[in-house]
Every structure is written in structure tokens, then in C-alpha cells.
């Protein structure tokens, strides 16, 4: 079991944050942004970035060569009509897309909107560590707050219609 940190400060005590929240055992906040048979979008839960968005797997599973072939299938799809969404609605740009296999929890992709204020930690994959700490540091404000909740909001809506 390991202890998290929630990015409202609960802590939460799981053997698996993933199936945890694809599970529905732990509510992200803002709840579900989408789901199918085989995934689950949701605001990241640890950094409090508008259109953060988690896809992951229901399975757990750690690597892509364990995805099955309509798993495969729903994700591209997904990943595509999430992108869209960000884009449509909330007029993000560019995406950044991380996910790494020998993760402490199971197969998930991050989506990070690239805002202006991230360029100042850089570009690339080297201004993605930075950017993240400061996000949880710095912009845990109630304002901040209820803008990723509506940017939450506004992705499921336009996801589920
Ligand atoms: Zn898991």
C-alpha cells in the first residue's frame, strides 16, 4: 500500500491509484471526464493544470505491448477525440503526452496543455517536471481551482454529447 497525496491535500492510502480511480474506489476531482468499456479520463488528481487529463487503462496493466488489439483501438481513438475536445473547448494548442511503464500505479497517458507561462521552465520534456511542481506549489489557489473544475466541466460535457 502506498500513501498520496491528493491535489486537495487528503491522503489516500491504495495499492494501485489507477485502479482505484477507474474502479471509481477514489472520485477524482471533478469526477469522470469519459469513459468506454476499457478506459477512464480524468483530471490529474496530484497538479491542478487546466485540461490535465489522465487516460488511463481499466486493466492493470504496466506496459503497451499488454494492450489488447480493441484496447489498442479504443485508446488511439480516444486520445484523438480528447485532443479534440481540449482544442474545441478550451483552445489548447499543443499537447504534451507522457507515460512511462515501470510506473507505481498502471497504464496511464498524461495529457499536459503547453500554456504560455510553461515556456519560462522551457521547452521539451526537460520543462515537464518543473512545470508540474510549480503548478502544485504555486497554483493551488481557489481561483485556480474552480477554473480547472469548470475546464473539467466543460471537457465532459463535450466528450459525453
Ligand atoms: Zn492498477
Not at 477524482?28 to 497538479?47: L, R, S
Request: glycine share 4%; charged share 25%.
Amino acid at each position: 500500500m502506498r500513501k498520496i497525496t491528493l491535489s486537495n491535500g487528503k491522503t489516500v492510502e491504495v495499492a494501485c491509484l489507477s485502479c482505484a480511480i477507474t474502479s471509481n474506489l477514489i472520485e477524482p476531482d471533478g469526477g469522470i471526464v469519459f469513459e468506454t468499456e476499457y478506459f477512464h479520463a480524468h483530471q490529474d488528481v496530484a497538479y491542478p493544470i487546466k485540461g490535465l487529463i489522465i487516460l488511463a487503462s481499466k486493466r492493470h496493466i504496466k506496459c503497451f505491448d499488454e494492450l489488447t488489439e480493441i484496447e489498442k483501438i479504443d485508446y488511439i481513438q480516444l486520445l484523438s477525440k480528447i485532443r479534440k475536445a481540449q482544442r474545441d473547448v478550451l483552445g489548447i494548442e499543443y499537447v504534451y503526452y507522457f507515460y512511462n511503464e515501470d510506473t507505481t500505479h498502471h497504464f496511464h497517458t498524461w495529457m499536459l496543455p503547453r500554456y504560455d507561462w510553461m515556456y519560462e521552465f522551457g521547452r521539451s520534456v526537460e520543462s515537464v517536471r518543473p512545470v508540474l511542481l510549480y503548478a502544485r506549489n504555486k497554483m493551488n489557489t481557489k481561483e485556480n481551482i474552480q477554473e480547472v473544475l469548470d475546464a473539467i466541466d466543460s471537457l465532459a460535457k463535450e466528450l459525453n454529447k
